[in-house]
């Protein structure tokens, strides 16, 4: 009888690989974190009856969920300034709250708000953008969360680096503190073809095909950045991001709201991974990513919530549902990202962005036991015809009862076993008592 560690047997799992595929009445073997095997649980229990057992008589199990793009910290300016554009949210509320307020302990107490609220919406890995990168990795191996953090950089000081070239300095040392970590890899994080001029991302490219590490980028946002690029360079963003050398493989452009098919075509062809944050793009009236044509064309498209300073949650089985439904109203096609489609965006497109398809995204053995399960046995999720379309169209949040990253069990029947919630709402409360009185 082979040793496992724990074992969980679910009504249903969706291993998300091979496509299409739902396992009724199957479990998953944990080994060392990793999942050891998928199987019939009657055989499992034959097989594996000392292990750990988790019964999920009512739950469907699925990949953790992958959040593609956020800035985590900033959870601590939910609802700060809604209701504006984006250029005027930004230079007007954003940027001035970030210069008063974003130190070491704001990064660390938003970061570790944004990963309860994450862990308790079934994400178990994010991509990170914001200042104290250091702080965010810290934050992560602490929670045990998995995480790809952003080596930001600007052409502007902050409180993290005066100048691009500090910044470059400070993300490579960054990145060769954790090249090590189970749970933290990098991504070079240039802020925005607007805010990051030629010289520096040619430096990150160049480090980005040194290290064989992503470069995450905010790209297209909007009809006005795309006609500043115009006005500025000549050219659209991308295309100066072509002649920079920046369009391939490694590239997760984030937003695309403004593309033409000459564009998407492109995309495809240099492998580009999109990353589509709809709640925030809506919220912001930023305009519409062309899902259904990227899909088309062979794009690998991501959801990711953005910041909750801009959405206003991190919630990405709402970031699903919406995605799902906006694609089949932009593209005026009811057949348009079907469910399916939208969960593989939300788990292995996800990870294949950010470089991390071999180690999750997927419940197949030798990946690591990223899981989260989702209790179908509400009122609002019966009938059951199929569990993958209730995931996307009738569950929310409050439906995940349990999570493991890297086979730790870090929700447990509701409960965060890692993390003290009180504290975190203290916390919170005293930033927000900070913050409006301007302390």
Known sequence: MQTIDTLINARWVIPVEPDGKTLDHHSIAIVDGKIFEVLPTADAVKHYGNAEMH???????????????????????????????LMDWLNQHIWPAEAKWVSEAFVRDGTELAIAEMLQSGTTCFNDMYFFPDVTARVCHDSGMRACVGLIVLDFPSVWAQNADEYLHKGLKLHDELRNSELITTAFAPHAPYTVSDAPLEKIRMYADELDIPVHMHVHETAHEVNEGQKLHGMRPLARLAKLGLLGPRLIAVHMTQLEAAEIKTLAQDNVSVVHCPESNLKLASGFCPVHALVRAGVTVALGTDGAASNNSLDMLEELHIAALLAKGVSQDATAIPARTALRMATLNGARALGLEARTGSLTAGKAADIAAIDLSAISSQPVYDPVSHIVYATTRNQVSDVWVNGKHLLAKYHLTGMNEAKLRDKAIQWHDKIIRQD
Do not use: C, K, Q, Y
């Open 55 to 85: 019964d999920l008589p009512h739950h469907a199990v699925i990949p953790g969920l992958v959040n593609a793009h956020t800035h985590a910290a900033m959870s601590l300016f939910r609802g700060l300034a809604d209701d504006l554009p």
